[in-house]
């Protein structure tokens, strides 16, 4: 089912209008301020996301499946949350939480690493794979619109990917991955990128 997986969003995919009106229980988005919310379940701690991911660089290094990592950032994350505050950044946290796990397999994990910066681990997925699930979690946020307070806001992402090839360390594959990102915002946003191959540890004996 994941390699079926079509680039662009299924025609019921989430809409955040929907999400507004039932976070505040009504059919009514014209309220000037979100509502508070609850953390999403479906996002780990980044402790946890971390200690995941040395897992599977280690089960890697023995001779498993690879494993790819991508960050993501919303572009309009620092003007939503300078108008419109903690409620404002809560509200988008569950609004991504939903999407990336509308876009991602079970198997894959989810977090919030940093704030507004969202990771995904996607284990056994190779690079046209992991790509396949960016290039469609970036279309399902462009697709999005979210009325905040009486504005209709469009969302777009800044997605960066790195595989475990890059490197052994966590730190290293997070760091290309934000780099990757880092450069697509740069650029505008709205886009997926891919991080550089970084140099192999000293003594490491991946091959």
């Known amino acids: 089912a994941f390699h079926n997986k079509q680039h662009q969003p299924a025609d019921g995919c989430l809409s955040l209008a929907a999400l507004w009106r039932e976070s505040l229980g009504t059919g009514d988005s014209s309220t000037e301020t979100p509502p508070v919310v609850e953390d999403d379940p479906t996002l780990t701690g980044r402790s946890l996301f971390a200690a995941n991911l040395s897992r599977r660089l280690a089960e890697w290094k023995r001779g498993g499946s690879g494993v790819s990592v ?121 886009a997926v990128g891919v991080g550089q191959p970084l140099p192999e540890p000293v003594g490491s004996h991946i091959v």
Not at 108 to 116: H, L, Q
């Open 70 to 190: 991508a960050v993501m950032c919303v572009d309009q994350m620092d003007e939503l949350v300078e108008r419109f505050g903690e409620q404002g950044r809560n509200f988008l946290r569950q609004v991504l939480g939903r999407l990336l796990e509308a876009a991602t397999r079970e198997m894959d994990e989810r977090c919030e690493f940093e704030d507004g910066l969202f990771a995904m681990i996607l284990p056994g997925a190779d690079k046209s794979n992991a790509l396949a699930v960016a290039e469609r979690l970036r279309l399902q946020v462009r697709q999005c619109k979210v009325r905040m307070g009486r504005d209709l806001w469009d969302l777009t992402a800044s997605i960066g990917m790195a595989h475990c090839t890059v490197a052994a360390r966590v730190m290293d594959i997070m760091l290309s991955a934000e780099a990757a990102m880092n450069e697509v915002t740069r650029l505008g946003g709205d």
